[in-house]
């Protein structure tokens, strides 16, 4: 069975430029995370939808970023502009909703640099 | 709110020492805990997980015991090797909600 599927891998760009990252959860899984990692603060959690419905937003750091799911089979992390600071790896994963004991599955992160 | 700690590291260690990577939590109710594994490049990948108190989980010769009385879920393994150089999470899903809580990971080297 495909995993997460993440895509770019990583992406390489300058201040001030758009960038998109896309995520395709696992089919059947209904609830998605955005996650970024850092070495300063660890693993944090940004935002997260349950059936394309985004439950908790709390975590995005500022408005240049922002997260869309338009069906349930793909999601995108939008930051415009981007800065320096934003360079870290990004995560997506997905789980099944309603089923509690069940884990997080995710992809294998999208690596941004910005200049 | 609900939360785990987990041992800071680094931990550095001899191929074939035991390792203990300690985990302890806070929650009300009663949640899930687990345990993942991020190897370099890659992303966080399940080792086990346990769903309820005195639950062992186990994989990969790695063990945790979901201990009520302690908040406690310690990931521990016998003999180490150099493969399992990676950085260890401690994680827990509180009970009705979807969203998990993850430790600041604990990073392994084992050296040969």
């Known amino acids: 069975d495909a995993g997460v599927i993440q895509s770019p891998r990583h992406e390489v760009t300058e201040m001030g430029q758009e960038v998109t990252l896309r995520c395709k959860p696992i089919s059947g899984h209904n609830s998605l995370f955005w996650y970024r990692q850092t070495m300063m603060r660890g693993l944090e959690l940004l935002i997260y939808?349950?059936?394309?419905?985004?439950?908790?937003d709390s975590g995005m750091p500022e408005d240049r970023f922002s997260a869309k799911m338009p069906n349930a089979s793909f999601s995108t992390l939008k930051i415009q502009p981007s800065e320096p600071r934003d360079s870290a790896v990004y995560f997506c994963a997905s789980s099944p909703q309603g089923q509690l004991n069940q884990p997080q599955h995710f992809g294998d992160g999208t690596r941004l640099s910005i200049l | 709110g609900d939360s785990v700690t987990q041992m800071e590291g680094p931990v550095t260690l001899s191929e074939e020492a035991c390792l203990t990577i300690n985990c302890t939590y806070t929650a009300t109710g009663y949640p899930s805990l687990f345990w993942y594994v991020q190897y370099p490049g890659e992303g966080l990948q399940l080792l086990l997980k346990?769903?309820?108190?005195?639950d062992k989980g186990s994989n990969k010769g790695f063990e945790a015991t979901y201990r009520k009385e302690t908040t406690s879920f310690h990931l521990e393994k016998g003999s180490v090797q150099v493969s399992d150089s990676a950085v260890y999470f401690c994680a827990l899903k509180p009970p009705g909600n979807n969203d998990m809580r993850f430790g600041a990971g604990t990073r392994l080297t084992v050296k040969p």
């Open positions: 346990a769903t309820k108190a005195d």
């Open positions: 939808f349950n059936n394309n419905v985004p439950i908790d």
